[in-house]
């Protein structure tokens, strides 16, 4: 039977654009490996849906709409797994790739996916909230509650005061 | 720096960049290739659902395409043009594949086996161990439900009952219900996968057995996962040939169409299909098409002459389409139109098109 024959246009945007798929991914869940597994796996439905997406004349959209999802279901069934979890049995090494500031890097650790995804959609990706509430599949005010949420945590836990804050002036 | 600078900063920070793949395309290629060869394992899954409500009912004539049939003569005396049918593809099934059989009586105790098999794969980030079970009863019958999986924690060295959820995300795509005849084999995965909690909190099983009305079988097989575990229902472990790349898949399109089309108004144009071998191309059944503009798009019946397309030959088909979304005025649009083939092997037409309100 024939194999299936990827578009031109298909093998491009792989080429193109995985390394800054890669390092979206790799913001969006803060585990290098689990960024390469998000970013194949949403390269992958996509090479099988290339025809469909092209149709809708944004790739990467779809491309970056899946991450996000796969992440945050990824994040959903890790949660389930913790509550009959046993402690590790090992420990990974750090990872090579962490920011110079590593304090806010694991405090991003520490929020609900659905948070962090927000804060990286709005201060990554600079994305509207409609935009971001767009690619979620939420309502605009979802969107405000979280990112909220987790601005409050992390001032928080840097012991910010909410007036030195963006968000504190408005 | 106020939080919100320390955010945008500490994203922005190349350090979070990952090295880019060596072969990316190769990479991506050969996990399509996997996908689609789980998928290929059983037909589509429509069939099953449809064969599933239709239990009791083995009927292929159910699940064939309303492909309609070649009529003698839709060309046009006047235009030698095969005049376009309304008739678009409904809830058929496009590529039909295997059905259910007929409900049998459960599978009771006296139907297993002595011995079962088992086989770890991986893929995805996944690790499904494939149990296989055959009926060694004397007549047909119905494997239902999920087995109790035993097995023993490393880390606690307790034994018991492992909590499993079920899943329907079966590798075998389009699985039929395990209805299996005497010495015939049924099956069902375990999920597991290291690829959650970034790899830690590994929970290793061992010694772990499936009990099935009352026996116990040892998987020898360890169960390590970070994942919630999964389980599938058993399957009718059937292979699926999809169809043969059609002849049709060697048709050349080509469109004649306005430059300019209006927003929700029918427009007509026509595809001119070229058989470029020497051996005429049979159209029987029919296959549908799909057409598009920008976002919108239908998929329909094409009107087939008898005879299909001569060797070396070539006919021209009217078409009319309506486009229904406006693309954004920097925004080129395309009129597209392309044979449905399983395999998406046929070859894709599309031409320019101004879409104005």
Known sequence: MAEWQAPPAFDEYVRTRHAGLLRFAHVLCGDPHLAADLVQDALERAGLAWRRIQRQDDPEGYVRRTIVNCFINHRRARRRERLVAEPPDRVEPPSPHRPADDEMWQLLATLPPQQRTVLVLRYYEDLSEAQIADILGCAIGTVKSNSSRAMAKLRTALGTPLESTEEGKR | ?357
């Open chain 2, 1 to 357: 720096m106020n939080v919100e600078d320390r955010l945008r900063a500490v994203l922005a920070d190349d350090e979070l960049a990952l090295p880019a793949w060596p072969d990316p395309v190769s990479r991506v290629h050969a996990g399509i290739a996997r996908r689609r060869r789980w998928r290929r394992l059983v037909g589509s899954f429509l069939a099953t659902a449809l064969a599933i409500v239709t239990a009791g009912v083995v009927s292929t004539a159910v699940l064939s395409p309303a492909a309609p049939q070649p009529s003698p003569s839709p060309v046009s005396p006047t235009t030698g043009v095969v005049a376009w049918i309304d008739h678009p593809v409904g809830d058929e099934v496009l590529f039909p594949g295997p059905t259910a059989r007929p409900s049998a009586r459960p599978c009771t105790a006296n139907d297993l086996p002595r011995t079962i098999s088992v086989n770890q794969v991986g893929a995805m980030g996944h690790i499904y161990t494939q149990v296989t079970l055959e009926n060694a009863g004397a007549s047909r019958c119905t494997l239902a439900g999920s087995p109790r999986l035993i097995g023993t924690n490393t880390k606690t060295g307790a034994r018991g009952a492992i909590s499993t959820q079920h899943t329907d995300a079966n590798p075998v795509e389009s699985p039929l219900p395990a209805i299996v005849d005497p010495g015939e084999p049924a099956i069902l995965f375990i999920v597991s996968g290291l690829a959650c909690d970034g790899g830690l909190n590994t929970t290793t099983y061992r010694n772990v057995s499936l009990q099935i009305f009352g026996r116990s079988y040892p998987l020898d097989h360890d169960i390590s996962t970070t994942c919630p575990l999964e389980m599938t229902d058993w399957v009718l472990n059937v292979a699926f040939e999809p169809p043969p790349t059609p002849d049709y898949a060697e048709l050349i399109p080509t469109l004649d169409a306005p430059a300019t089309v209006r927003i929700g108004e029918p427009f007509s144009f026509t595809v001119t299909l070229r058989n470029p071998t020497d051996k005429p191309i049979r159209l029987n059944p029919c296959p549908a098409y799909e057409v598009g503009v920008y976002k919108s798009a239908t998929r329909l019946w094409l009107n087939c002459p008898v005879g299909g397309i001569p060797a070396n030959g070539s006919l021209r088909f009217a078409m009319v389409f309506t486009a229904t979304v406006l693309p954004p005025p920097e925004q080129q649009a395309y009129l597209t139109w392309q044979l449905i083939d399983y395999n998406l092997t046929t070859k894709e037409a599309r031409i320019p098109v101004r879409v104005v309100p």
